[in-house]
């Protein structure tokens, strides 16, 4: 239990003292005019108050993910616990920071457009592409993800019917995706925010009186199949550490916001809210069942929808578990709704296309929903399996363009470059180690890791900070 409470203590006191030096080293100007105000048009470029945003911008990056994977990665053991902690006060957070203030700093644009500006045209197209099928796969798993959870939630007739939710969800992420912001997300999200506070809240208070206690912090590894922890674990538990889908949302809110001053509470203090949702449920992952065989014996039985189901219901009765339930399925489906609404953006910043007009939001968003659609009549688990790498190698690639962008205006780069570097490390370790990736074994894919990591290092302090300074950035970046 100790761990646990140091644990989230010390995210609470990251949010103040880190992310206060990552805004002081940033260099937030407050007098500088926001996209929200010198570009509103009433559909995407909406002032919004901070408290608002930050409620919608929880929503928006915590998915199934800081749940499900929190529960996935428990099955390492509490060593969990250290990558929840330190991954997002010195990786996630910064990483949501900077790819929501540089959006603010370039217009509100879309990450890859970003990207482009510090890393190159090469990897600006390569990002448009990339982001836009992952985010429509991320909006596709959002849409059976929550459907399932509430087909189960002991409902009858039509509302115990999954393909029923599938289509009401389908419903509402398309008015969602096409609407102005203020008009739906901007007024349920509230509604949500208040669900899933009391279910974090609820479900981490039960824990700390179970009868099993929290375990304490160790760095063995009590994985019952033996996966490594590293590089494993890393990109098991993404959102409630690091997630480079976080990236593609932070822009949405970046035409919202209404000052600078306010980047850090929305930005970087919803991935510490986001890292403290992951570390109640990795604890109840790991007391709830007495350990990690109960654990994984659940698992097998139902996946991490069971898990959430059991430890609901167990911790706080029906009432309260309905509602814990109804906290994890809003998470997903308001990631859901903001992931086809990002890939739109995405789409149109590509091709300049102005989107204050309906029918030019429905030429983009029409096809989209066309894919997810069909997507969910597809067994895509193969393909899913890359997701979890390419959600990193996204954040990855952030990170660099964020370390990017500190050198060219001769600042302290290596907040963003020491976790860039990190998690190329992790990445690259990862695909040639998994067994959807070159399955080599640890004896050369974790070397060949580290020399990766270290040269892409070497490269950029060569490239970026000693031959040209002023080669990517335009006048209007400063």
């Known amino acids: 239990m100790i761990s646990f409470l140091l644990s989230l203590v010390a995210l609470i006191a990251g949010y103040f003292i880190y992310g206060a030096i990552v805004e002081k080293l940033f260099g937030i100007d407050e007098t500088r005019k926001t996209p929200a105000l010198t570009m509103t048009d009433g559909v995407d470029y909406v002032p919004l108050g901070w408290k608002r945003i930050l409620m919608i911008q929880i929503l928006n990056i915590a998915g199934l993910g800081p749940i499900f ?130 279910m974090a809240v609820g479900i981490g208070g039960a824990i700390l009186f179970y009868q099993s206690p929290i375990p304490e912090i160790t760095l063995t590894n009590m994985h019952p199949k033996g996966l490594p922890l590293w590089p494993m674990l890393f990109i098991t538990i993404a959102c409630g550490a690091i997630s480079g889908f976080h990236s593609t949302q932070s822009p949405i809110m970046s035409r919202c916001i209404e000052s600078e001053k306010y980047g850090r509470r929305v930005f970087y203090g919803a991935m510490v809210a986001e890292g403290i949702i992951a570390l109640v449920w990795a604890a109840a992952a790991m007391t709830f069942f007495n350990g990690i065989g109960g654990l994984a014996a659940v698992l097998g039985k139902g996946g991490a929808g069971l898990v959430v189901h059991d430890i609901s219901i167990g911790l706080l009765g029906t009432v309260g578990g309905i509602l814990a339930i109804l906290g994890a399925i809003a998470c997903p489906i308001t990631s859901g709704d903001t992931a086809f609404r990002s890939a739109r953006l995405t789409i149109a910043d590509s ?81 040639l180690i998994a067994p959807e990736g070159f399955k080599l074994s640890t004896a050369i894919a974790y070397p060949a890791g580290i020399i990766v990591a270290v040269a892409i290092l070497a490269w950029f302090i060569t490239h970026s900070i000693v031959k040209s300074k002023e080669e990517l950035i335009p006048v209007s970046g400063k």
């Not at 007009?357 to 096809?367: F, G, H, S």
């Not at 963003?416 to 190329?424: D, L, N």
Request: glycine letters at 10%; hydrophobic letters at 60%.
């Open 69 to 198: 994977g929190a529960i996935m990665g428990a099955l390492y053991g509490p060593a969990a616990f250290l990558w929840i902690v330190f991954g997002t006060i010195f990786a996630g957070a910064v990483h949501d920071f900077f790819s929501g203030m540089l959006s603010v700093r370039h217009e509100g644009k879309s990450i890859p457009e970003i990207v482009g500006i510090y890393l190159g045209d090469s990897m600006r197209n390569f990002m448009r592409i990339f982001s836009v099928i992952l985010l429509v796969l991320v909006g596709t798993v959002f849409i059976a993800g929550p459907a399932g959870l509430l087909a189960n939630l002991g409902m009858s007739g039509i509302f115990a019917n999954k393909w029923f939710w599938l289509a009401v969800i389908i419903a509402y992420y398309f008015l969602a995706t096409i609407l102005p912001i203020d008009k739906i997300i901007g007024r349920f999200y509230p509604i949500f925010g208040i669900v899933l506070l009391i």
């Open 351 to 431: 091709f300049n296309y102005d989107q204050t007009k309906i029918k030019n939001r429905l030429l983009i968003a029409l096809p989209l929903f066309a894919i997810g659609l069909g997507l969910n009549f597809m067994d895509f688990s193969i393909v899913w399996r890359y997701f979890a790498w390419s959600n990193q190698t996204l954040a990855t690639i952030v990170l660099w363009g964020a370390a990017a962008y500190m050198v060219k205006h001769n600042k302290f780069h290596w907040i963003a470059t020491i976790p860039a570097t990190f998690m190329t490390a992790v990445c690259t370790t990862y695909i």
